[in-house]
């Protein structure tokens, strides 16, 4: 079985390597200053490879000075360029701008073969510039071509990436990763395993996967899914890169990935800290439990020296439980990480949701920046909220709009109003 070797800049992702730890900057790319800043914080916090929103022209020249003054000084971690609709722009942050491209290539038009064209186009400046590329798949993301035969399902993603990567292949272009990203941890894994299967079935290869639980949360919650989704795969040693997602600092997800990481050579459950106890609960017990094994087990182990208590085994258990999708107490809570395209302060915002709806046991509900992100990728919410422009919320109740352009500070009086009504 041939393993592909993905290289942006100085890294070298795949090949049986150690996985390679990344994170998304939460700052407008257009604030050069901002960026540099968060990218030196990340690099210092050992990240190893760091993406940019890149939705424009505009962000594109942006990201030309901030790798110009991150090089300036001594930083060379490679830059990732995300791209979601505008193929004209993928191609002009591959030409030796970033160092990396993320695109979904289904964005690029309506129209499958025009979609498939562009993509052609933008593999020629990726090999001609030495650009990697990552095309990137999320729940809820599918196109009507898909869902229509396979639904949004973990089969349907992985058949739709599938497609791609076989342009890919066609045209002679290896130097890529691969993600099926999903807020639902059962069904991230499923896609991944998919995947894996499919490439060594059809195509002898195996491509580097970027592994994520994608608007896992934050707090306890989105530790715990990350911990959950990705330990599991990485168990079944499938995954050459990681990004834990969470709605904070991004800083915050760089000190949770080592500690997965770090779960794949140390199998106590002795841990320094809450967070760490909490990474290593996911990592030992995520995947049994993923695969319907029992849930009658204790935790047992010490955070800090003390032996755990009756109280945190039982809360922690609770956490574990339902990001494995195995008992829901309380809401269940899906939010992007925030980037450079979100107009208001998602963790402030997801704070006030959560105190307000952590009553709704078993209700899903969505926290979503913006647009790009929003009526697609909350594919499981039974309730969205979603940055609308500036200052401006709309509701949603699974993927229909029912309060469009609401003021903000109306918003979340107004989604416990609408939970309220349906129950």
């Known amino acids: 079985m041939q393993r592909i070797v993905c290289k942006a800049g100085n890294v070298s992702i795949g090949g049986g390597a150690k996985p390679v730890v990344q994170s998304m900057c939460n700052t407008d790319t257009l604030d050069v200053a901002a960026s540099v800043a968060q990218c030196k914080a990340l690099a210092g916090a050992g990240c190893e490879m760091i993406r940019l929103t890149t939705q424009g022209l505009r962000q594109v020249k942006a990201l030309d000075e901030i790798r110009r003054q991150l090089r300036s000084e001594g ?25 990396k491209v993320r695109i979904n290539p289904g964005n690029f038009s309506k129209d499958h073969d025009v979609a498939m064209e562009k993509l052609r186009e933008l593999l020629k400046v990726c090999k001609e510039y030495g650009t990697a590329l990552r095309i990137g798949l999320n729940h809820g993301s599918l196109g009507e071509r898909i869902t229509s035969v396979w639904g949004d399902t973990p089969l349907g993603m992985c058949n739709a990436i599938m497609e791609w990567l076989k342009v890919c292949v066609d045209n ?62 990485l168990k079944e040693g499938i995954g050459d890169t990681i990004r834990v997602s969470l709605t904070e600092n991004p800083v915050n997800e760089i000190a949770v990935a080592r500690m997965l990481l770090k779960c794949m050579e140390d199998g106590s ?34 955070i800090a020296g003390r032996p ?34 979100t107009l208001y302060d998602i963790e402030s915002v997801l704070a006030e949701v959560r105190k307000a709806t952590e009553r709704f046991a078993g209700v899903r509900i969505a926290v979503m920046g913006c647009i790009v992100n929003g009526p697609g ?16 919320v709309t509701l949603y109740k699974g993927k229909t709009p029912v309060e469009k352009d609401i003021p903000q500070q109306e918003a979340v009086s107004r989604l416990v109003a609408l939970i309220e009504k349906d129950r």
């Open 75 to 99: 930083i060379s971690n490679p830059l990732v360029a995300d791209v979601h609709f505008n193929s004209e722009v993928a191609i002009a942050a591959a030409a030796g701008i970033a160092d």
């Open 172 to 233: 002679d272009f290896f130097n890529l990763t691969l993600s099926l990203k999903a807020s639902n941890t059962k069904v991230m894994v499923e896609a991944y395993e998919l995947l894996y299967r499919a490439m060594q079935d059809e195509l002898g290869m195996l491509f580097p996967l970027h592994l994520g639980v994608t608007e896992a949360g934050n707090g306890d919650s989105g530790r715990m899914k990350s911990a959950v989704g990705i330990g599991t795969l």
């Open 377 to 392: 990728e909350m594919a499981d919410a039974d309730y969205g909220y979603v940055g609308q422009g500036v200052g401006k």
């Open 269 to 302: 459950m002795d841990a320094q800290s809450r967070e760490e106890y909490i990474v290593k609960a996911g990592y030992r017990y995520g995947s049994g439990l993923l695969a319907g094994g029992p849930d009658d087990f204790e935790l047992q182990g010490s």
């Open 308 to 341: 755990l208590t009756a109280q945190e085994a039982e809360d922690i258990k609770d956490i574990l439980l339902q990001a494995s999708r195995r008992r829901f107490t309380k809401a269940e809570y899906i939010a992007c990480p925030s980037c450079g395209r």
